[in-house]
């Protein structure tokens, strides 16, 4: 697997396609230059609160995969993307596994720094809040805690692949995205509460996970 360590801008980040060309599956590396609310491909724009995000500064991104919206901030979240051509070995067309090893790829690197975890192998959790916040719901490959989301990941497929995009945080605060959307008070109470035990972070783990999976996404 050929790694490739990228910085810049969200938009643009997401804006790179799954080149048709690709001889080989690729790790992107994604190191942002600006603090973002990403919107998943089914939410509307008007998802997030115009006034809240202009007010703290954050971008509003739309990612092609899907799922619910993700706060993303480079000094506590690591975020990597693994592209898998359809001839690679890798591939499966049922998307449902096609993420397993992924998964199981950041339980080995976690397990390097002595973070023990879990595998989700079922379907799409439906749970009130995950339409609307990604780590409000767990999805199949995601990467568990104590049964508490770790590992984010969603993936987009194209003719020429797979796209798998996750993203791991320092500390799990559903505010960071609550904050940012279009709610009234009631629900951001009632999803705050919901939330709060749904995911995890990593601590003071976190500032080795990056080296440790990309090392783990090399050697598989």
Do not use: N
Not at 129 to 137: E, K, P, S
Not at 143 to 150: C, T
Not at 159 to 175: L, N, S, V
């Amino acid at each position: 697997m050929l790694l490739r360590k990228i910085t810049g801008s969200i938009a643009d980040f997401h804006a790179r396609p799954i080149p048709e060309d690709l001889t080989e599956a690729e790790a992107w590396s994604f190191t942002p230059d600006h603090p973002a609310l990403v919107l998943g491909s089914a939410q509307d724009h008007t998802v997030a609160d115009a006034t809240a995000t202009a007010a703290a500064g954050v971008d509003v991104v739309r990612r092609r995969s899907g799922g619910g919206a993700v706060y993303v901030d480079p000094a506590r979240s690591v975020w990597l993307d693994v592209v898998v051509p359809r001839h690679d070995p890798r591939w499966s067309d049922d998307v449902r596994t096609s993420v397993y090893w992924l998964g199981e790829a950041w339980q080995r690197a976690l397990a390097t720094l002595g973070v023990t975890t879990e595998l989700y192998r079922g379907g799409l959790e439906q749970t009130p809040w995950g339409r609307l916040v990604c780590f409000a719901a767990l999805g199949p490959g995601e990467v568990l805690v104590d049964g508490r989301k770790l590992v984010g990941i969603s993936q987009r497929r194209t003719r020429a692949g797979a796209r798998f995009q996750c993203i791991a945080y320092e500390q799990w605060d559903p505010y960071d995205v609550l904050d940012l959307v279009a709610l009234d008070a009631d629900e951001r109470r009632r999803a705050g509460a919901d939330l709060a035990g749904r995911a995890t972070g990593l601590g003071p783990h976190l500032a080795a996970l990056r080296d440790a999976v990309e090392s783990e996404l090399l050697g598989a």
